[in-house]
């Protein structure tokens, strides 16, 4: 079945220490989402992808950025993570523009920041 | 993106019918509503997206007046199941972007 497919599902890192959620889609959607969603919050969106292009949300901290190498592959580093960065991140998929009900959403990753 | 206001939280019973109401007073003209829904620890996913009067799928129904500043997402004999937090989203076919607002909590009790 064509999906979104996030890694891992938990990820615990260290106050400070670079780490990296991937996420990848059989879907071939050109659109790519993260999401940020904290307990009991409703998803943020931080930034997507249009194809190569990069589209950063105005409030997005610059401690997150995103890469990505190709269509399949999407992925979030967040360059220091502080303790307010824990929270569920994530990924979606769209073709694009014309159909707000065409968004698939992947289970997301649980971060943990100790 | 309309703004969209819905209730923070609702109970139910099993077998009852469920109405969400979403109000969304400064709909555009192009503008479609969608509805999500999303269990604990899971993405959310797509229910049901109409644009005018009523649209009906093999899980929800949704209800939307003339004017097009509310609808109601009815959710027919409600279980345990259907426990989730559901969005309502007004939005336009001109942007790529997908933005919730704060959602409705549904609990279903026995």
């Known amino acids: 079945d064509a999906m979104v497919i996030q890694n891992p599902r938990y990820q615990v890192t260290q106050f400070g220490k670079p780490v990296t959620l991937s996420c990848s889609q059989t879907?071939?959607?050109?659109?790519m989402y993260w999401y940020q969603q904290k307990s009991s919050q409703a998803p943020k969106l931080l930034f997507h992808y249009y194809d190569k292009d990069f589209n950063n949300e105005a409030d997005t901290p610059d401690n997150f950025q995103s890469r990505r190498p190709n269509t399949s592959f999407c992925f979030l580093d967040i360059r220091s993570p502080g303790l307010g960065d824990a929270a569920m991140y994530l990924c979606a998929t769209s073709r694009g523009g014309q159909d707000k009900g065409g968004y698939t959403f992947g289970s997301g990753t649980r971060l943990t920041v100790v | 993106l309309a703004k969209t206001t819905q209730p923070i939280s609702m109970d139910s019973y099993e077998g009852q019918e469920v109405n969400i109401t979403c109000s969304h007073n400064?709909?555009?003209?192009?503008?479609?509503i969608t509805w999500y829904q999303q269990f604990p620890s899971q993405g959310p996913r797509f229910i049901i997206q109409?644009?005018?009067t009523k649209v009906t799928n093999e899980v929800a129904s949704l209800f939307i007046p003339a004017d097009r500043k509310s609808s109601t997402l009815s959710l027919p004999r409600v279980s345990l199941s259907d426990t989730a937090v559901y969005y309502c989203?007004?939005?336009?076919?001109?942007?790529?972007?997908?933005?919730f607002g704060t959602g409705t909590r549904l609990q279903v009790f026995p």
């Open positions: 879907l071939n959607h050109n659109v």
């Open positions: 400064n709909i555009a003209t192009n503008d479609y």
């Open positions: 989203l007004a939005g336009s076919y001109n942007t790529d972007k997908l933005i």
């Open positions: 109409g644009y005018k």
